[in-house]
């Protein structure tokens, strides 16, 4: 591979380019400040790869994501969600025996310490679900307080990723029990991992959750979807507080709180608040694209645009399949699917959206089809971080994997004042 050539202030540097398994390239900048003094500028990483990674490859010209190779399309119907976050993890699918062991792990681990459950009585009724699931990961370290960065023993990560992936579900579960006043629903061994899931949030005592297969289906669907897209802000946030060497909880806390914002995963619950002011406040779809065209406003058409994607989001071409499937099984009459319908078709349509590639991303589908599981809009981004959790995993495995390790520091350029000296108060 030629190396790329630099000409700064009469001299030249070369700098090698790598190449990616898929053609991309790389220019490498490792040593550009030793050798040049220089250092690049690249404010939200818009050009600037993090990494090298062999977990998910995204081709956002073309609309692609693959896990570990595997189309995301094949993934979405074939696959489980446990199964897909084993391949993401440990690099390929599970053998028989590999996935029973996988899945014991997780029917293991699925309840959390019962003195946990004092925890949630500390929270308002009103705390947002996401304030709490970061929380209770990070309290996961308080109670199971062997880390793999200290023995780096393989048994120890498969342990704490086991913990992790099932002990969130119960998490989330439970806060939402939580927040509507119903005792908890313990885990049962015989559920797979979503339809336990949708039984510890629906079921009660007095009125039992009655499983819909093309419901349990649509959830383990979502989840797949979510479960990785490389380098985004919640997973290097991942990376980055994890290249501290701090545990993985604690990271995976960090990309919880990151996740929650409404650019990144929070968009699907502002994707709902948006349909409902338009059902509810009189706004016309027509009203709501020109507001998030104008630049004096800081409204967004949320569920539209991404950093990767100048295509349609192939995440959310799935989705709307299986929400066309529910609706039409449920005989669902929803105005938000309408609206939604409308208001996609108004800005594919629209300049402003097509001259900049602006496509609906995940997070635009996602809500209406969470909606229809009964599930409350402030628990969508909850399900994102239960979807987006092995990504995570998988990306802080590799990161420790890959030696020599080395912690995430980034530099700036500094425009702050130049020297002056202090003055007293009295002198000011
Ligand atoms: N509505 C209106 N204008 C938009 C939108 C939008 N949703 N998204 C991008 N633009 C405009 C933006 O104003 C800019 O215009 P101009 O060139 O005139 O300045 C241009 O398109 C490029 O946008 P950008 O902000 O430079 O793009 P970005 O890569 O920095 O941001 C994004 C990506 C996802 C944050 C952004 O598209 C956005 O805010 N979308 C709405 C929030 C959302 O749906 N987020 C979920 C993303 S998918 C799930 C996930 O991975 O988190």
């Not at 190396?3 to 190449?19: F, K, N, S, T």
Request: with cysteine.
């Amino acid at each position: 591979m030629k190396d790329a050539i630099l000409r700064y202030d009469g001299r030249e540097y070369a700098l090698p380019v790598v190449e990616g398994s898929e053609g991309e390239r790389a220019v490498d900048i490792a040593n550009l400040r030793n050798d040049s003094g220089l250092i690049t500028l690249d404010v939200g990483y818009q050009n600037t790869g993090s990494c090298k990674s062999a977990i998910t490859f995204i081709d956002g010209d073309r609309g692609i994501l693959r896990y570990r190779g595997y189309p995301i399309e094949e993934l979405a119907e074939l696959s489980t969600f446990p199964e897909t976050a084993f391949l993401l993890i440990y690099g390929h699918l599970p053998s028989r025996e590999e996935r029973a062991v996988f899945s014991q792990r997780l029917t293991e681990n699925s309840m959390i310490h019962e003195e946990m459950l004092r925890f949630f009585d500390g929270f308002p009724l009103t705390a947002h679900p996401m304030a709490i699931l970061s929380t209770m990961v990070n309290a996961l370290a308080v109670y199971y307080p062997r880390y793999f960065t200290d023995d780096w023993e393989v048994a120890t990560f498969d342990l704490m990723a086991a913990r992790l992936i099932s002990k969130i579900r119960t998490i989330a579960a439970y806060s939402y029990k939580h927040s509507i006043g119903e005792p908890v629903v313990y885990p049962r061994h015989d559920l797979n991992y979503c339809a336990n899931f949708l039984y510890m949030m629906f079921n009660s005592p007095v009125k039992p959750y009655d499983m819909d297969e093309d419901i349990v289906k649509a959830l383990n669907a979502l989840l797949i979807l979510h479960a990785d897209h490389e380098q985004n802000c919640s997973t290097s946030t991942v990376r980055l507080v994890g290249s501290s060497m701090v545990n993985l909880y604690s990271s995976i806390c960090a990309g919880i709180c990151a996740l929650w914002g409404p650019l990144h995963g929070g968009a699907n619950q502002q994707v709902i608040d948006m349909l409902e002011g338009i059902r509810d406040q009189g706004l016309t779809v027509r009203k709501c694209i020109e507001q998030a065209k104008d630049k004096n406003s800081r409204f967004r058409l949320f569920g539209f645009g991404h950093r990767v994607y100048k295509n349609y989001d192939p995440r959310a071409r799935i989705l709307k399949d299986k929400l066309d499937l529910l609706v039409r099984k449920f005989n669902v009459k929803e105005p938000l699917v309408d609206i939604a319908l409308e208001l996609e078709q108004a800005a594919l349509t629209d300049d402003y959206f097509i001259e900049r590639k602006l496509y609906p991303n995940v997070d635009f589908y996602s809500g209406i089809l969470y909606r229809i599981m009964g599930i409350p809009s402030d628990m969508y981004t909850v399900l994102f971080a239960i979807g987006r959790l092995p990504g995570w995993i998988a990306q802080w495995k590799e990161m420790h994997d890959t030696l020599p390790f080395r912690i995430g520091r980034p530099r700036q350029v500094y425009t702050g004042e130049t020297l002056r000296s202090y003055v007293p108060i009295d002198a000011r």
